[in-house]
């Protein structure tokens, strides 16, 4: 691996560590800087969105609050070469209902292209924990 790979992944790192606390701060104009027009976000259940309002609207439906405790990142060059970034560690925060939550597993995959986030795909545990109707 070169110093310039290197380099660029440590910048996609930072780049997707930086986006999701804008998100999660809700400054959806400075996190919009970070991601591609085009970009495509999926989430558990396979929904499919593009555009931040649309996300937080979602999540909105589900949390009163969320939060994401990091606890890793890794980095790589995919085939075609975006560099994808893994980002791992737990939720907290709580439900609509306003009981807490804490310890949730998550995964966040990004593609990213020319500095830019191209894609997100989400996983995570909640519907293992999120209380039923």
Known sequence: MTDETD????????????????FEARDLEAAARHVDPAA??????GARHRGLATIAAGSGKRY?????????????????GA??????????????????????????????????ITRQEVW???AEFRPRD
């Open 7 to 22: 380099a660029e992944l440590v910048a996609a790192v930072a780049l997707a560590r930086r986006f999701l606390a804008l």
């Open 83 to 116: 560099i994808v970034v893994h980002v791992r560690g737990t939720l907290q925060g709580a439900w609509v209902n306003g009981s807490p939550f804490s310890g949730i597993r998550f995964i966040d995959r990004f593609e990213i292209r020319d500095g830019r």
């Open 64 to 80: 009163a609050k969320v939060g994401k405790t990091i606890e890793g990142c890794d980095a790589g060059r995919a085939a075609d």
């Open 40 to 45: 495509e976000f999926v989430f558990p259940g």
């Open 124 to 126: 995570n545990d909640s």
